[in-house]
Nanobody, 123 residues
């Protein structure tokens, strides 16, 4: 399964961006992670493709919204009220099985990864 992200860019604090990711085949769960140099990959949000149940990290809850287009294998991350701390490389990830929903933020539970898209937020 191949994942291709798009939609990153540079914005000012308080502005919005929408990231998109398309999967080349059906998957059970898709998530967004972010990583800055020198730190581990952080789970941002995830969505179960069949039931559309969503999960968010505390740092983005209320500002970011994950959604999916099941028919087209797309997942989106709408990011509102962006902050400089949101600056990072954002990665789309997918699972080939449902796995444990409690593990949605653990990178090693995902089987496929995109190449990443950079988001930069200036103050």
């Amino acid at each position: 399964v191949q994942l291709v992200e798009s939609g990153g860019g540079s914005v000012a604090a308080g502005e919005s961006l929408r990231l998109s990711c398309v999967a080349s085949a059906n998957v059970y769960c898709m998530g967004w992670f972010r990583q800055v140099p020198g730190k581990g990959r952080e789970g941002v949000a995830a969505i179960m493709i069949l039931g559309a149940t969503t999960y968010y990290s505390d740092s983005v809850k209320g500002r970011f919204t994950i959604s999916r287009d099941k028919a087209e294998n797309f997942v989106y991350l709408r990011m509102n009220n962006l902050k400089p701390d949101d600056t990072s490389m954002y990665y789309c990830a997918a699972r080939s099985d449902i796995g444990l929903t409690s593990d949605w933020a653990l990178p090693h539970t995902y089987h496929y990864w995109g190449q990443g898209t950079q988001v930069t937020v200036s103050s």
